[in-house]
């Protein structure tokens, strides 16, 4: 129950922040909801068996496979992080905000060429 | 030897731009030859092909899809084969003269009509329905750079492309269709499986779908509004493509597959009576223009026309002269186009208003356009005179129905006679009457290729008996009977020579009385395919972007909001319904878990709420934190590590950028914070009671009991988590840094090559000002900090190092390893500042990841090469007695790009903003570039908004 409700509060989070305006606290949304994923992961192998996994250690050894699996999340949604936050960072240079929901209101090229050539 | 000859001209094309660069514009001579050489190779080795031996060559290309590059010559595939590579020689070697010498345009013209006739040759010598589709896609493409050319004619080039890019859908939807019906995508077997398609239900829609391909590309009623449209490109390229080839596309798919077709109504009806209206249409058009490039625009589409009848006539007889008239049509079009380029070129206009009496300084260009003017018009001896005739003919004799061969046979002498009047129109207004410009002489380089065009069409016709076996054996090709036909010039006196006399009385009156013609030309206006198309297309551009809006990238809420809601109300839905006693005991907890869940609701609950960043980031690392000590608890340390590391470097990452962004963040709306809260607890007690539901209710996994067991016996480490990563599941890791080295690249690539560049190069090139602003950014200006850098840095390297090599058997590993190095380069980033890392030779970011990625896969194709098997890792004995599992060098590939993961970060995000650089006296980096450093002009506070970022 322990692990359900940790995974649950971290979706809740997550999702709080990413439904919020500005790239920055999305991408805030993004590693809680990159929580949500490893700890959910790690809870599919089971927690009620807790001993290290590693040979010749004592007690009921946790499911190895989940873990290998959540230590790669990890390192990915660092990643991810790290891309989002230069997403906002490259906004705040062109656009001078990094509120995605204030910015363009552009029409693109083509659709002006057609305009013009309907003329 | 078909693949070799359509690989010479692709090759020529790549080679192009090098020719150019060598040899400036008469390069297009070189190319010339080389197209001439390839056509007069396959013209020779194609001698069997008259005999109805087709030539075939095929290689395999995507085997497990059936795919094979197969190219098969006919006597259709040789005809048009020698049209492209002919008329594509010529005006290679018109363009090196039509483009003036250092003109920057012409290599990329030359490249893109070289590639261009590769395309086409692959599509008149494919043998492969779906590879016929390629290639013409691929002269859609070419055409539209063509004609796009510097962007002077972006809008005729819009609409030509999005013209016949429909038809090469509806050509893919046909060739799709033909290959389910039939079970084969090859052209030979489809085209003989005739009988198999008389009987399926969609015969009618492939008809259609072709139809539409060959009316789109080949220009005919009501889509030739794109030809005229993409008169802007230069003469070259209108030669080329407008007149002689591209344009062909359609007459050649048509021809192609007859044999299917013929005999069908809905083939015939269409073709015949579309196509000699289109005829007529364009003939009347081209005899009001003024513009000498639209005329001949008009013109080709009114002999298209004319094709596109005579194959939906479809006798032996009618493709025989179909064949004729493409030659004689790609020989005269050609000329006059090239003829017309020397008038522009030596006038500065092409408007028949402003021009005449050119013959008495052009008299070459005169003597060309003159002969290719009376082919056009159909008078003897010239070839275009033999391939009206037979056309005629063809009408006449067609007897089954009768009443259609005789409305044709009206409608071709309706828009022969406007051919005649706009021949005579174009010759007599640019050539003859007084001259009203001051032209240049052309030097006879310029004039040469349409001499020998023109001349090609007379002396053709005066032996054109030498054409019997060609267009007979296309006939043949074709409709399975040869045409047995006799060209000659003199047939006696039948119908069609009674039909060009009239031609000639009524044409000629015309002529005579042109000037009232172009009065009462003018009263009358036709439809303006242009505006439908213009309308149509913002139509269809509006209603993407009403679709669009749902799932615009600048609102993301707006789309997260369906895709989170379908996740609730299918999980909602699902969990109710469950029984889940049936499911085994729920997972058991400790006390312990209790503190975990308390902190981590208290740290979320902050950052949720938090309003400035700095709040924000506190309360981040302390969740992650958090989480890092419930996996401590669930018994996994090397999580517990990693995610202690990423926190860290997040967090240090968050720090770094966040000092470009604001203080606060924007707040919403009360209704927003009302859906998103809503929203967001019930995804939570979604996932909450999924994992609930799901998770924990059974013992260890059967793999992961596997592993367990066998992990030390097959990989020699005991930490199983590594040997998971590193040797059971090595390939799952590979794809994973691959990730992480994606995005590492994208960041370098979105900081480093955006327009909007903050940072100034490494080589000291930018302005001075530039470089003194960023000097030392991104320094925490501390004696204790340096210091502890110096002692802790090299410490923190061994010890990740350690950390790495003894990953295979405890905590450790290329993941942490490489996240304890980078924390030691954000410490090094952090007490010496961005300049540092910025001017340092070996932190980069591609030499880390990419030199990662390349040692993961080095060691992947070494367990190729020794075992067989990618990734397969051994025991590795070295000296002393020592053994290293081979795994080992995949972590240090991991390693790497991690490191470089961390690097690609400070250098390309760490340059922070303007603020003031801390004192050189205290830093030492005065001594580095003592005397630069002046006070900045523009100072601003560290957490402001970044007023000036550039100069």
Redesign the interface.
């Known amino acids: 129950?322990?692990?359900?409700?940790?995974?649950?509060?971290?979706?809740?989070?997550g999702?709080?922040?990413?439904?919020?305006?500005?790239i920055?606290?999305?991408a805030?949304g993004f590693?809680?909801l990159g929580?949500?994923a490893?700890?959910?992961l790690?809870?599919?192998?089971?927690?009620?068996?807790?001993?290290?996994?590693?040979?010749?250690a004592e007690g009921d050894?946790?499911?190895?496979?989940?873990?290998?699996f959540?230590?790669?999340a990890?390192?990915?949604s660092?990643?991810?992080?790290?891309?989002l936050?230069?997403?906002?960072?490259?906004g705040?240079?062109?656009l001078?905000?990094?509120?995605?929901?204030?910015?363009?209101d552009e029409v693109p090229p083509?659709?002006r060429?057609?305009?013009?050539?309907?003329r | 030897m078909l693949t070799v000859a359509v690989a010479v001209v692709f090759g020529l094309a790549s080679a192009t731009p090098l020719l150019v660069r060598a040899f400036g514009r008469n390069a297009g001579y070189l190319g010339a030859a080389v197209l001439a050489g390839t056509g007069g190779w396959l013209a020779v080795a194609g001698g069997p092909v008259l005999a109805g031996e087709a030539v075939v060559s095929r290689f395999d290309w995507v085997a497990a899809a059936g795919l094979s590059v197969a190219l098969r010559m006919d006597a259709l595939g040789l005809l048009f084969a020698l049209i492209v590579l002919g008329i594509g020689a010529i005006v290679l070697a018109y363009a090196a003269r039509y483009f003036a010498a250092g003109d920057v345009r012409i290599g990329r013209y030359l490249t893109l009509l070289t590639a261009f006739a590769g395309a086409m040759l692959g599509l008149v010598l494919a043998d492969d329905v779906l590879l016929l589709f390629v290639f013409w896609e691929l002269t859609s493409v070419t055409s539209f750079f063509l004609i796009g050319g510097l962007g002077e004619g972006r809008q005729g080039a819009l609409r030509a492309f999005l013209t016949t890019a429909l038809g090469g859908l509806a050509l893919l939807g046909a060739a799709v269709l033909l290959s389910v019906v039939t079970g084969t995508s090859s052209l030979t077997e489809i085209l003989s499986s005739a009988p198999a398609l008389a009987d399926a239900g969609v015969t009618p829609v492939i008809i259609v779908l072709l139809l539409l391909a060959a009316g789109t590309k080949s220009a005919q009623l009501p889509f030739h509004f794109w030809l005229p449209g993409a008169m802007v490109a230069p003469t070259p390229v209108s030669t080329y493509l407008h007149a002689a080839t591209m344009v062909k596309a359609g007459i050649y798919l048509l021809l192609r597959f007859t044999p299917l077709f013929a005999g069908n109504a809905g083939w015939q009806l269409p073709l015949v009576l579309g196509g000699l209206a289109t005829a007529v249409f364009g003939a009347v058009v081209a005899l009001r223009r003024t513009d000498l490039k639209a005329l001949l625009a008009y013109s080709t589409v009114s002999q298209l026309g004319l094709l596109v009848g005579l194959i939906g006539i479809g006798t032996p007889l009618a493709i025989a002269a179909a064949a004729l008239h493409t030659l004689a049509h790609a020989l005269f079009k050609a000329t006059l186009f090239m003829t017309v380029g020397i008038v522009d070129h030596e006038t500065g206009t092409r408007d028949l208003r402003e021009l005449g009496g050119l013959r008495r300084t052009l008299p070459t260009t005169a003597l060309a356009a003159g002969l290719a003017a009376l082919s056009m018009s159909g008078l003897p001896p010239l070839l275009g005179f033999v391939s009206k005739e037979e056309a005629f003919a063809s009408f006449v004799e067609l007897g089954d129905p009768a009443w259609l061969g005789a409305t044709a046979g009206l409608l071709a002498v309706l828009a022969s006679i406007g051919t005649f009047a706009y021949s005579a129109r174009f010759y007599l207004r640019t050539f003859e009457g007084p001259e009203r410009t001051h032209p240049h002489a052309a030097p006879i380089g310029f004039v040469a290729p349409a001499l020998v065009t023109a001349a090609a069409g007379l002396g053709l016709g005066l032996v054109v008996p030498r054409l019997d076996a060609l267009v007979n054996a296309v006939s043949r090709d074709v409709t399975g009977t040869s045409a047995d036909l006799h060209l000659a010039l003199w047939h006696g006196l039948e119908l069609p020579l009674v039909m060009s006399f009239v031609v000639v009385a009524v044409g000629g009156t015309l002529v005579s009385l042109r000037e009232r013609v172009e009065r009462g030309q003018a009263l009358f206006r036709g439809p303006s395919g242009e505006r439908a198309f213009d309308r149509t297309y913002a139509a269809v551009l509006a209603f993407g972007a009403r679709i669009g809006r749902s799932a615009s990238s600048d609102a993301p809420p707006a789309y997260l909001l369906p895709v989170v809601a379908v996740v609730l109300v299918v999980g909602v839905g699902l969990t109710s319904r469950l029984d889940l006693g049936a499911l085994g005991d729920p997972a058991p907890w400790l006390a312990s878990d209790w503190a975990v869940v308390v902190l981590l609701a208290a740290c979320i609950a902050g950052v949720v709420q938090a309003r400035s960043r700095l709040a924000a980031v506190a309360t981040l690392g302390l969740t992650g934190f958090t989480v890092a000590g419930w996996f401590v608890l669930l018994g996994a340390p090397d999580l517990a590590l990693t995610q202690l590391l990423v926190e860290t470097l997040t967090m240090a990452l968050v720090v770094v950028v966040f000092r470009r962004l604001p203080t606060s963040f924007a707040r919403g709306g009360r209704p927003r914070k009302v859906t998103a809260g809503v929203i967001a607890v019930g995804v939570g007690t979604v996932a909450g009671l999924a994992t609930y539901a799901f998770t924990g209710r059974r013992g260890i996994s059967e793999v992961g009991q596997r592993f367990l067991n066998e992990g030390e016996g097959l990989t020699g480490g005991s930490n199983v988590v590594n040997t998971i990563l590193v040797d059971f599941r090595a390939l799952d890791t590979l794809g994973e840094i691959t990730v992480v080295v994606a995005a590492a690249t994208a960041i370098v690539a979105l900081v480093r090559f955006s327009e909007e560049r903050a940072v100034p190069p490494p080589d000291g090139s930018a302005d001075v000002d530039g470089i003194e602003r960023w000097d030392g950014i991104g320094m925490i200006d501390s004696p204790i900090l340096r210091t502890a850098n110096l002692f802790l840095a090299p410490l923190m390297i061994v010890v990740s190092l350690w950390l790495l090599v003894r990953g295979h058997d405890a905590v450790g590993g290329g993941f942490i390893g490489g996240l304890t190095a980078g924390a030691t380069v954000v410490l090094l980033y952090f007490s010496r500042g961005h300049q540092r890392i910025w001017q340092s030779r070996w932190l980069r970011a591609l030499l880390f990841t990419g030199g990662g990625l390349l040692i993961a896969l080095a060691y992947g194709l070494g367990g190729l090469v020794l075992t067989g098997t990618f990734l397969d890792g051994a025991k590795l004995v070295l000296p002393f007695g020592l053994e290293v599992a081979g795994s080992l060098m995949f972590d240090i590939g991991v390693y790497g790009v991690v490191i470089g993961m961390v690097v690609a970060i400070l250098r390309h995000l760490g340059q922070g903003i303007v603020e003031e650089p801390p004192n050189p006296e205290r830093t030492g980096l005065g001594a580095r570039r003592d005397g630069e450093i002046v006070a900045p002009q523009a100072v601003t506070t560290p957490s402001g908004p970044a007023t000036e970022l550039r100069p």
């Open positions: 129950m322990t692990a359900a409700i940790i995974v649950g509060m971290l979706a809740a989070g999702t709080y922040l990413i439904l919020q305006r500005g920055v606290r999305m805030l590693v809680l929580h949500a490893t700890t959910l790690v809870a599919s192998g089971g927690v009620a068996r807790r001993a290290v996994p590693f040979i010749g050894l946790a499911d190895p496979l989940p873990q290998a959540a230590l790669t990890i390192v990915i660092f990643g991810i992080t790290a891309f936050l230069t997403l906002a960072f490259h705040r240079d062109v001078g905000h990094d509120d995605v929901e204030a910015s363009v083509i659709d060429d057609a305009q013009e050539g309907g």
